[in-house]
């Protein structure tokens, strides 16, 4: 069975730029999350789907980065404009539904500049 | 938020040795998990604990739900060099079913 798979793996930019990232999840699973995980921390929920609708995006800052999951399989995150502090592992992760287990991709590192 | 103290920060041990880590919340959590991250990798479930006083195994891991629904516990025996890496805690807490809550990770080194 394939895992999640993410792209790109790496992605340096600089401030004030804009960058997206992709996450395929592992076919039939209904909920995807998004994470941040920053240097020496653990993952923070960015974002979670149930299908193609938003569960829960508290911890999102809307004002500068936006997720979508049209048809309910893939998803994309996107930072507009980017901070420096944004510089982070952006990991994907998906479940058969909400409260199951949890399978990661590899992540994406954003190094900004 | 949830919050999640996990302990020890980081563990030096030597090839062989066991391993102990726990993770305590100040609120009470429904499910306990244990994740490792490889350097490069997404993190991995080791074991998941979904009953308040649940003991659970997986080969050398040991983890248990505390009885207090407040805590956890990783237990790694013998341990082994590629038992390096970093170990989280993650959890849904009573409020919220649905959104995990992720330690902060203790960073194991193993010397041969």
């Known amino acids: 069975e394939a895992g999640v798979a993410q792209s790109p793996r790496y992605k340096i930019i600089e401030k004030r730029q804009s960058v997206a990232f992709w996450c395929n999840p592992i076919s039939g699973h209904a909920t995807l999350y998004w994470y941040q995980q920053i240097l020496g921390q653990g993952p923070k929920l960015l974002i979670q789907?149930?299908?193609?609708?938003?569960?829960?995006d508290s911890q999102l800052p809307k004002d500068r980065f936006s997720a979508e999951r049209l048809k309910g399989v893939d998803s994309t995150l996107k930072i507009q404009p980017a901070k420096l502090e944004d510089s982070a592992v952006y990991l994907c992760a998906s479940s058969l539904n909400r409260a199951e287990t949890q399978y990661f991709g590899p992540g994406t590192r954003l190094l900004v500049l | 938020g949830q919050q999640l103290n996990q302990s020890p920060q980081s563990m030096f041990i030597q090839e062989g040795e066991d391993v102990s880590m726990n993770c305590t919340s100040s609120?009470?959590?429904?499910?306990w998990l244990w994740y490792k991250q490889d350097p490069g990798e997404g993190p991995v479930l080791l074991i998941a604990?979904?009953?308040?006083?649940e003991l659970t195994s997986n080969g050398r891991l040991t983890a248990q739900f505390g009885i207090t629904r407040k805590d956890s516990f990783l237990n790694i025996s013998a341990s082994i060099p590629s038992d390096v890496g970093i170990y989280f805690c993650?959890?849904?807490?009573?409020?919220?079913?649905?959104?995990?809550?992720f330690g902060d990770g203790t960073t194991l080194t193993v010397k041969p």
């Open positions: 789907f149930q299908n193609n609708g938003v569960v829960d």
């Open positions: 609120s009470i959590f429904n499910t």
């Open positions: 604990l979904y009953k308040a006083g």
């Open positions: 993650a959890g849904y807490p009573n409020t919220n079913a649905g959104k995990s809550t």
